[in-house]
Structure formats: structure tokens, C-alpha cells
């Protein structure tokens, strides 16, 4: 049975009910962007109904945010169903170097929600982006301004989208415990203190949410986030060492 966090029971509960309520109505419903984490809850609540089925897509297979389609069973998705819209973000003239960091935060400066924004994949002088269809026009309409670069907004089709493909540097080590404080220090390189301070002060994200405990207990497939230092996820939780220590691969963002 999945375990859930504190913070993440408002999202279970909306699951739950929208599930419920694609079961008793047989009719499709398709959710915003939902990340790693939220699919693998959408997951677990989906195979307790046995006559639904989950789909999902997020513009390629290389997606980590992706939409939701809860269908009754025998119900067979399009791609249109999903409803996403591609576009392409150009910078013209002069280089200039933009962020994942400068994308985002010039679309959420818009007013626009980060469900409503699938996956960034920045180029050297552009960024290809998945978003849900009913904001593609506004986007087109009002993003001229991206950090210090004027940006072109054009739209895309899935057949040239360029999808984010994430390679990982790995490192195997053993910790004491699965506390988030622990498996961070070791994946990072840094010391106790170090870790356990910036999480207590928000810098810390497990699975897309701040975390503000170091005792938070860390599973096999968790990412984790701390600003600064990059992200890395959990690749296998392994047996225990002579030593009584948990052994642990993790693979760094790069």
C-alpha cells in the first residue's frame, strides 16, 4: 500500500474524488501537468477502481511532467485527447544564455500556473515547451520578454519538438538511515550541517516538495532537489553493508 505525505493529501483527495467520479459517470476526465511524483499516486488510486484505465502523455517518452487521462476501461485515447500544444521560444539577433530558471519564471510572471506548463527542453538560442492547449494562444499573445532577451513565440508541432533527454552521472554510497538529511549529504558531498540547515530554511525539494525536515524518509525512485547543489534521483536502494549501512545509487542531473 503507497504512503502518503501530510502535504500531499489535498492532492489524494482530489484524485480520489475525480476518479470516483469518472467511474461512476464513464465518462473520460483529463487533469493539468502532474509530476513524477503525482503520476505514480495517480497510479496507485487508478488500479484500485478495476474498470478504469490511466493514460498518460506529455508530449514525447522522454516526458517527466505529464497529463492524465482517466478513462472507463474499454475506452481507447487520441493524442488529441490530451490536449497539449507545442511551442518553440526563439531568441532572434545577439546571443544570449537563458535558463530553465528564466523560461519558467517569465510564463508563471504572466500569471499562468506551473500545472498548466509541461516540460522545458532549452536549446543554445531557444526553448521547445509542451503547455496545455487552452493557453498556447496567450502565450503566443503576451511573452515577448524572457530575462534580458526578447524571444519569439511560435508554435510547434510533436513531430519537431526537441524533448528534454536527462543523463545521469551516478554515484553508489552507504548511509546510516533513508533520512533525506543523510542520503543528501552523501549524494552532494556535503556535511551534515550543511545539508540539514538549508533544508530547515525551505532549499530542499523531495519529489516537488519543500521539505523542512531532515528526518524525512527517502524511497527508491525519490528526487531530490537542493537549490544550489543540482538535483539527483535514487536509483536503487540496495542490501546493507558489512557495516549494517544501507546501500544506495543515486544519479546527478547533468
Not at 505525505?5 to 493539468?32: I, K, Y
Amino acid at each position: 500500500m503507497m504512503h502518503y505525505r501530510p502535504e500531499e493529501r489535498p492532492f489524494v483527495d482530489r484524485t480520489m474524488e475525480l476518479a470516483m467520479r469518472v467511474d461512476e459517470r464513464q465518462s473520460p476526465a483529463l487533469t493539468d501537468f502532474l509530476d513524477p511524483r503525482q503520476i505514480k499516486i495517480t497510479e496507485a488510486i487508478v488500479n484500485r477502481l478495476p474498470d478504469l484505465s490511466l493514460h498518460l502523455d506529455g508530449g514525447s517518452s522522454f516526458a517527466e511532467r505529464k497529463r492524465a487521462l482517466l478513462v472507463p476501461s474499454y475506452w481507447a485515447p487520441e493524442p488529441a485527447d490530451f490536449e497539449l500544444a507545442f511551442l518553440r521560444l526563439e531568441i532572434p539577433g545577439d546571443y544570449v544564455s537563458l535558463s530553465h530558471g528564466d523560461y519558467l519564471g517569465s510564463l508563471v510572471g504572466l500569471g499562468l500556473k506551473r500545472a498548466k506548463l509541461g516540460d522545458f527542453s532549452v536549446q543554445d538560442d531557444s526553448c521547445d515547451i509542451v503547455v496545455t492547449g487552452d493557453i498556447a494562444d496567450y502565450i503566443r499573445l503576451h511573452l515577448s520578454q524572457v530575462g534580458r532577451a526578447t524571444v519569439h513565440v511560435s508554435e510547434n508541432t510533436r513531430e519537431k519538438h526537441r524533448a528534454v533527454q536527462h543523463e545521469f552521472s551516478e554515484k553508489e554510497f552507504t548511509v546510516m538511515s533513508l533520512r533525506v538529511d543523510a542520503v543528501a549529504g552523501e549524494a552532494f558531498g556535503l556535511s551534515r550541517t550543511k545539508v540539514v540547515d538549508p533544508i530547515k530554511n525551505g532549499k530542499l525539494q523531495l519529489n516537488w516538495q519543500t521539505i523542512e525536515n531532515p528526518a524525512t524518509p527517502v524511497e527508491e525512485g525519490d528526487v531530490i532537489s537542493l537549490r544550489g547543489h543540482g538535483r539527483i534521483k535514487v536509483l536503487e536502494v540496495g542490501g546493507l553493508s558489512r557495516k549494517g549501512r544501507t546501500i544506495l545509487k543515486v544519479g546527478k542531473f547533468v
